[in-house]
């Protein structure tokens, strides 16, 4: 079976902080990995792909642990617009046009 | 740059009624798609498309049909509504299987 797991939270954190989320992903045979970024009844839009060396976007860092099956997202300096849920995205091999979404985890950022 | 457009918006539909759901993309994409969202649950895919004139089913394909007669559109149709099928649905397209999903504000179904 073929899942990805996220803390729903809300991680609720003051400006300026340093958040970390953790995935995790079931199945080893897995292809790509994508954290997606969605505000409140809209739609998802990509953030970053994860690769396997990380890799840095500003102030957003994605990480790949293909050994632990766990995939992380770090945020610095928390503004009050990163306030959104985060999904968590896998594409397994042979799954042809499925990803699999983890169900978000919900960030505050609070003045 | 309109993007991916879905129609409606909103909607409500008695138990039975049948409905059809649009979804156009104006950035020639080959990959189109169809989710649903629920609370407390991730986006689950029920049809998508790799191709004009090619459908195949997704993760929960039961109780929808689609079609893509032109590459620019992916219809979701709703043959007979229940209940269960009141969701948030997402349309989206990608230029390629491994390509990032441009998506459709989406449309909330509430089956009564």
């Known amino acids: 079976r073929k899942e990805v797991e996220q803390d729903p939270g809300p991680f609720n954190v003051p400006e300026g902080a340093t958040v970390a989320f953790n995935c995790t992903y079931s199945?080893?045979?897995?292809?790509?990995f994508f954290w997606y970024r969605q505000d409140c009844r809209k739609e998802p839009k990509l953030l970053m792909s994860?690769?396997?060396s990380g890799n840095e976007d500003g102030r957003f860092t994605a990480q790949l642990n293909r050994a632990s099956q766990y995939i992380s997202l770090l945020i610095r300096d928390s503004k009050l617009s990163d306030s959104a849920t985060y999904l968590c995205?896998?594409?397994?091999?042979?799954?042809?046009?499925?990803?699999?979404f983890g169900k978000g985890t919900k960030l505050s950022v609070k003045p | 740059n309109a993007g991916v457009t879905q129609t409606p918006k909103f909607r409500v539909l008695k138990t039975g009624q049948s409905m059809t759901l649009l979804c156009a993309q104006d950035m020639n994409h080959e990959y189109m798609y169809w989710y649903r969202q629920d609370p407390g649950m991730g986006l689950r895919l029920i049809h998508y498309?790799?191709?004009?004139?090619?459908?195949a089913k997704g993760e929960v394909p039961d109780g929808y049909n689609v079609s893509r007669l032109k590459k620019q559109n992916f219809l979701l149709g709703l043959e007979s509504a229940a209940p269960s099928q009141t969701s948030v649905y997402f349309c989206a397209s990608s230029r390629a299987l491994n390509e990032k999903l441009f998506f459709g504000s989406g449309t909330q179904l509430s089956v009564l």
């Open positions: 995205v896998v594409r397994f091999w042979g799954s042809q046009g499925n990803l699999i």
């Open positions: 498309s790799v191709g004009e004139g090619t459908t």
């Open positions: 199945n080893s045979a897995s292809q790509s």
């Open positions: 994860v690769y396997s």
